[in-house]
DNA sequence: ACGTTATAATCAGCACATCTTATTATCACT
DNA sequence: AGTGATAATAAGATGTGCTGATTATAACGT
């Protein structure tokens, strides 16, 4: 651990990126990549939702959005189904073969999850996780 | 932030989402990234590495590094001299021009990381400090 | 001394996640 | 009916990473 991991920005994104290698590891069989299962959780909470609500969800453009849906319909875990309310609008359901792959992804995520909190009692845990999320809310606006 | 947010793995990517924006935000007119930064600040420590040598440090493969490497000749701020005893190996020097860099990599880390912990005190400070890089130690390994 | 194997860098080509800018269809409001 | 906003998408780019193959050189074993 040099000097320069101390920096918070170069820890958190080190971190982030050996966490998404161990998702990745988990995962080396399945379609699936991180921000695609982001994806798949955000919709399985609010199925039916419209494209441009989840891409404000996942704090992403509606146009990133569009990709990732492109490449999940095509792998057929994503339906677009037109709006009756708004031609102009996709609302967005996950497909029976979807399932599988989110109990998938919650294994992955408890493994990477117990994996990377070795060492950490239920406190130190519950802290952390405080402490991220004061950090998202922290960046997220402005 | 819903219940999915709640996750370990998706906490922890969207917490560097979201300070990778920042970071760039605050260098948009450079030619700087957060990759390229971290790679320059690695580089002040160890002046004169190989390639192959720095690759290891950043943990990421050789080729990802040429890439970069070229990126940052083409601006000026790295340069390939070849290892007098080793013919085949280049050793990495930063340029004057890139001096000025760090410090803008410096002060950039800095806003960001105090936009980032907002609200928390020093001891929370040190415990989520502490606690990544303990998640990064239980990561790297395996 | 020579041949094999290992290493350093690189070429070629790809994947993913993300962006910006512009376009099309549709909606909402006046 | 007309104007402006909105939803999705097309087109094209960038950044960050990968694998596999290639070349030059070094190191080692016999």
């Known amino acids: 651990m040099t ?3 101390l920096d918070f920005s170069l820890l958190l994104a080190g971190a982030a990126r050996l966490m998404r290698h161990s998702f990745m590891a988990n995962l080396r069989d399945s379609p699936l990549t991180l921000a695609r299962a982001r994806m798949l959780i955000h919709l399985e909470r609010n199925e039916g939702i419209r494209q441009v609500d989840l891409a404000e969800l ?7 959005l569009v990709r990732m849906v492109d490449q999940l319909a095509s792998e057929g875990l994503v339906e677009r189904r037109t709006d009756p309310a708004d031609r102009r ?7 029976d073969a979807a399932r599988p792959q989110l109990d998938i992804i919650a294994e992955t995520a408890a493994a ?6 070795v060492g950490l009692d239920e406190a130190e845990r519950a ?6 999320q004061r950090v998202c809310r922290n960046l997220s606006d402005g």
């Open 112 to 117: 990477v999850r117990e994996k990377a909190l």
């Open 89 to 95: 609008a996709h609302r967005l359901y996950l497909t």
């Open 58 to 64: 996942l704090e992403i453009q509606p146009m990133t």
């Open 3 to 5: 000097r320069a991991e």
């Open 127 to 132: 802290q952390l996780t405080a402490a991220l």
